[in-house]
Nanobody, 121 residues
């Protein structure tokens, strides 16, 4: 089994910063893409940012220039640096990893349980 454990959420004022971390552990042979998604109140889950094993990145238009995703392949960890936070960034943030599971012997998608980010105005 694979576990993704997120940390770093919390309450911050508008204009502030937070850094999210997500560490993957378990039956991991290799990780392809790691990413962050969020679910805002009353909305569907949406992509925030993702990064490939070769460090190619994708961002939602709403966070470009404010958020930065990075990963440490040696630690199977992905980070999301969030600057200039806005109240509309308030959401539960979920970590995602697309990886080859060494126990299942196939590619699989895993999700963390989520971490709440609240941005006050």
């Amino acid at each position: 089994q694979v576990q993704l454990v997120e940390s770093g959420g919390g309450l911050v004022q508008a204009g502030g910063s937070l850094r999210l971390s997500c560490a993957a552990s378990g039956s991991i042979f290799s990780i392809n893409t790691m990413g962050w998604y969020r679910q805002r109140p009353g909305k569907q889950r949406e992509l925030v940012a993702k990064v490939s094993r070769s460090d190619s990145t994708n961002y939602a238009d709403s966070v470009k220039g404010r958020f930065t995703i990075s990963r440490d392949n040696a630690k199977n960890t992905v980070y999301l640096q969030m600057n200039s936070l806005k109240p509309e960034d308030t959401a539960v943030y979920y970590c995602n990893a697309n990886l080859y599971d060494s126990r299942e012997l196939r590619g699989m998608d895993y999700w963390g349980k989520g971490t709440l980010v609240t941005v006050s105005s």
